[in-house]
């Protein structure tokens, strides 16, 4: 016994001498860059796809056009497409398409590839398919020319564009299914190629030689993406300068991150907004000077520079300010206790019925806190309110129903494609059986100029825009929603990484357009 | 001892039928639907539909776990809602990852805490049992997490020893490929000859094992040292001081073989504890594990790997259970005798 413990003790010393001497310690390489990932990926088909796999996809697939941040020179950028254009009737699109391009695993990209990509998509009906939902049909007129024809007219410049959804697989990938794709495997046609998948741990890109753009020595050569879930484990690697990037930055931790030698945190523009959907018709909402009363209850100030530390801004009705289309005349919603008090009663519901019931997502710090803030600010106007906290499959499935759904209901919403129809079609346009609509908003007028404005998007924009603003005015003046925060995105990461662009369009870092100094 | 065997198999089969029973009826009572969690966030009316008819959900409950024990009974788990992959397989590659965390830890915690019980009773109130005992129950109070993180911010943060986490250096795992056949990367590496992701390994180890450690060790030192010092107040120990056999044997040999039914017993526990306990160990250190696993599928309502999970920590909980009774056979002769 003695002996065995004696062995056990040597064993045990020497395994740590031996681990002391050969651990590797990790190199910074110079063409290596890590990206923590907050989850592993789950779809990797890109049919499929709608969730953080992005990160991925935009780096080892392409759709035909990449969309520029806002304020560039032109909107678009030509990935798989070199120049396109619309018929005068808004319902035929023709792409040209970029010659000499191979996918990763050898086959050519020409039109019948990318004809494949989209009706393969289109046939699924899964992810983000819907953005193809008009299209008639696709033909593939030569090697090199691409039409697409809609039932409607609709911006497939916008929707070829999208994050999701949009790219161009080889065919024979296509051929063998989501399984294969789900084993690791992709074929597209950008800058980097899946190298390995290890579950749960990493994924690995390394370089695509034979990608179209080129290549210098300050590109990275290989790309991590290592799943690291927990948020103050990401910071410790920042800080050990074992990730480059993190993808959970709380917003009250970058000020701090940002003072640490060799780290920047700061915040980018990006397209998601929250909001508080007022329903409609269930009483005492229903009332419209109700509704617009509650709306001055909000503290819009308070809500975004203290519960959400400043990474927001105000909103100003139902599209953020940085997305094109936004009605930049729209003022934003006001705190005000006397304004509120003054349409309360204007409104004629009876004191006793001054009750609503708010929904939100229990877990989420930002929502608690601004509900209750709400509350307070509801119980000095006479108006009590209930808290429903939940998880958010339950409470949307509350929310549909108008038995079950609450007076307000929390929401964060942000576009699948670049166009401001999004929000407007997505929470507010009439829905027989409310999805996302759960204002449980119905209004016919509002409908015909929405669907104005979608029909003219794709040919002339100036047009639509002038409809979206219409669009916009009439969500206001029936107070749909407390259109509260137009949330900032934030970035961590290592100083010496250059050539970083944020662009609210894509949820991904372009690995490609990036060095280290 | 056959018929005790087997008695005890089927009694293990009753068990799991009845959790088997109780999860599957309250992953289907608990409100909301695994559907909207695994869609995405914006699916279609028809896709939610869609994904509800394609998992059986819109049928009665008790329909439902007809379809499911048909399916387990043809060795089919299901697959899980959050990665896709068939949940068996799912359950398999993570189980190897808690097996070689807490299988290590286990070992450790019995070469170290059984050493430190016995010299904890034999010096009983000296300076070594009192400062024993107050390390090994300030590792039991201390939350796991908060050992976890502080281990993370001392041997990495400040003085750069030891790795952050995950089972292996990124750039390791690239370039110094090994089959897996255990799953045990240790052991894998080793067959495949790959030295240097044997050290990463290694050292990727070092800090979630260490944890586990602080956290457990001190049921074992306190269990071993209060068995002691009932046994070393026995007769028959009285008997071979004054015989004068040696210190060490009489410790050793006879006093501590007659703590060894107690603490077969906490072993088997805290073993057992530590397959499903590991959660919090796996959550800081992105240990690809069980643990972190079956709580993204509880959260999510993934009720296929739940399922999965629950049915195969219950198994392995029940056969470390019928292994340290079979070993209270062998350990005690009075046992074997009747």
Same mark, same amino acid.
């Given at each position: ?28 390489? /110079? ?35 990449? =969309? ?231 503290? =819009? ?58 929904? =939100? ?13 709400? /509350?307070?600010?509801?119980? /000095? ?124 369009? =894509? ?11 | #001892? ?10 293990? !089969? ?23 969690? #695994? ?11 869609? *994904? ?17 024990? *048909? ?23 993570? #189980? ?7 299988? !290590?830890?286990? $070992? ?33 109070? $201390? ?47 080793? !067959? ?10 290694? *050292? ?12 457990? $060790? ?44 107690? #603490?077969?017993?906490? !072993? ?28 993204? *599928? ?41």
């Amino acid at each position: 016994m003695k002996a065995l413990f004696k062995v056990a003790w040597a064993v045990t010393a020497m395994t740590f001498i031996a681990l002391f001497s050969l651990s590797p310690v990790a190199q910074a390489k /110079q063409n290596t860059v890590t990206y923590a990932m907050y989850g592993d990926i789950k779809d990797w088909d890109p049919s499929i796809a709608f969730s953080l796999e992005v990160m991925m996809l935009a780096n080892v697939y392409e759709p035909l056009l990449w =969309y520029n941040p806002p304020g560039s020179e032109k909107q678009f950028t030509p990935a798989l497409a070199t120049s396109w254009s619309v018929s005068k009737d808004g319902l035929s699109w023709t792409f040209k398409l970029r010659e000499g391009v191979k996918f990763h695993d050898g086959e050519p990209f020409n039109a019948a590839a990318a004809k494949a990509s989209i009706d393969r998509t289109m046939a699924m009906k899964k992810g983000a398919w819907y953005i193809w939902a008009s299209v008639d049909n696709i033909t593939a007129k030569d090697d090199t020319t691409l039409v697409i024809k809609t039932k409607t007219p609709q911006p497939i410049d916008l929707i070829a564009s999208s994050q999701y959804g949009a790219y161009m697989m080889s065919p024979k990938a296509l051929e063998k299914g989501t399984d294969w794709f789900n084993k690791g495997n992709a074929a597209g046609t950008g800058p980097y190629k899946v190298r390995q998948w290890v579950k749960g741990q990493q994924i690995v890109l390394e370089k695509n030689e034979d990608f179209y753009g080129g290549w210098t020595d300050k590109n990275f050569d290989r790309v991590i993406l290592k799943v690291v879930t927990e948020n103050a484990t990401q910071i410790q690697m920042l800080k050990g300068g074992d990730a480059d990037f993190i993808s959970l930055v709380p917003a009250d931790l970058v000020d701090t991150l940002d003072k640490i030698d060799g780290i920047s945190a700061y915040a980018i523009p990006s397209w998601k907004n929250s909001q508080f959907l007022i329903n409609t018709q269930k009483a005492p909402t229903n009332n419209k000077k109700f509704r617009q009363a509650l709306t001055y209850i909000w503290d =819009y100030n308070t809500v975004v520079n203290d519960i959400l530390a400043g990474y927001a801004d105000v909103g100003r009705g139902v599209v953020p300010a940085t997305m094109w289309g936004h009605d930049a005349s729209i003022k934003p919603q006001e705190f005000n206790l006397e304004k509120a008090r003054k349409l309360i009663e204007e409104s004629g519901v009876p004191a006793d019925q001054r009750k609503i019931t708010i929904s =939100y997502i229990g877990t989420s710090e930002t929502y608690k806190n601004a509900a209750i803030l709400f /509350q307070e600010n509801a119980r /000095q106007v006479g108006v009590e309110v209930e808290l429903l906290p939940g998880a958010w499959g339950v409470i949307w499935d509350r929310a549909k129903n108008l038995k079950t759904a609450p007076n307000m209901q929390s929401m964060t919403w942000w576009p699948t494609y670049p166009t401001p129809n999004d929000w407007m079609i997505g929470l507010f346009r009439t829905e027989k059986k409310a999805l996302f609509n759960l204002s449980h908003y119905a209004n016919p007028a509002y409908d015909k100029v929405l669907d104005e404005g979608v029909a003219l998007e794709g040919s002339d924009r100036p047009a639509a825009i002038r409809k979206y603003a219409e669009a916009q005015e009439i969500l206001m003046d029936d107070a749909v929603a407390i259109f509260y925060a137009d949330i900032k995105n934030r970035v961590a990461r290592r100083t010496n990484i250059q050539g970083l662009q944020s662009n609210p369009a =894509y949820a991904a870092v372009f690995f490609y357009k990036i060095s280290r100094k | #001892m056959l018929k005790y065997v087997a008695q005890r198999l089927t009694m293990m !089969i009753a068990i799991l039928c009845g959790v088997l029973a109780i999860t599957f009826a309250l992953s289907r009572v608990l409100p909301g639907s695994p559907v909207e969690m #695994m869609l995405g966030h914006r699916p279609t009316q028809e896709q939610i539909d869609l *994904a509800k008819a394609e998992l059986n959900l819109d049928k009665p409950v008790f329909e439902q776990f007809i379809y499911y024990v *048909a399916d387990v009974a043809r060795g089919d788990f299901g697959k899980s809602l959050r990665t896709g992959q068939p949940v068996l397989d799912d359950v398999i590659e993570r #189980m190897t990852a808690t097996f070689e965390l807490t299988t !290590i830890a286990v $070992l450790i915690v019995v070469l170290v805490g059984i050493p430190l019980g016995v010299v904890s009773a034999v010096k009983q109130n000296s300076f070594i049992d009192h400062s024993a005992r107050g390390f090994s129950i300030a590792g039991v109070a $201390l939350p796991v997490f908060l050992i976890g993180m502080i281990l993370q911010m001392f041997f990495y943060g400040s003085l750069g020893w030891l790795p952050l986490q995950g089972r292996m250096n990124s750039e390791v795992l690239l370039d110094f490929e090994f089959p897996r056949v255990t799953g045990l990367y240790l052991i894998d590496t080793l !067959i495949a000859g790959q030295y240097t992701a044997f050290a990463s390994a290694a *050292a990727h180890l070092v800090l979630p094992v260490l944890t586990l450690v602080i956290a457990s $060790l001190a049921v074992v030192t306190r269990i071993t040292r209060n068995t002691m010092i009932e046994a070393l107040n026995e007769d028959f120990i009285r008997t071979a001081m004054a015989y004068g056999l040696p210190n060490r044997q009489i410790y050793f040999q006879y006093a501590l073989k007659a703590t060894l039914i107690p #603490m077969l017993t906490v !072993i088997g526990l805290t073993y057992g504890f530590m397959l499903g306990g590991s959660v919090v160990v796996e959550y800081v250190f992105d240990w690809p594990g069980l643990g972190g696993y079956v709580v993204g *599928a509880i959260t999510k309502n993934d009720f296929p790997a739940v399922m999965g999970v629950t049915l195969f920590l219950s198994t392995m909980y029940l056969t470390v259970n019928l292994v340290i009774d079979i070993l209270y056979f062998v350990v005690d002769p009075r046992l074997r005798a009747s």
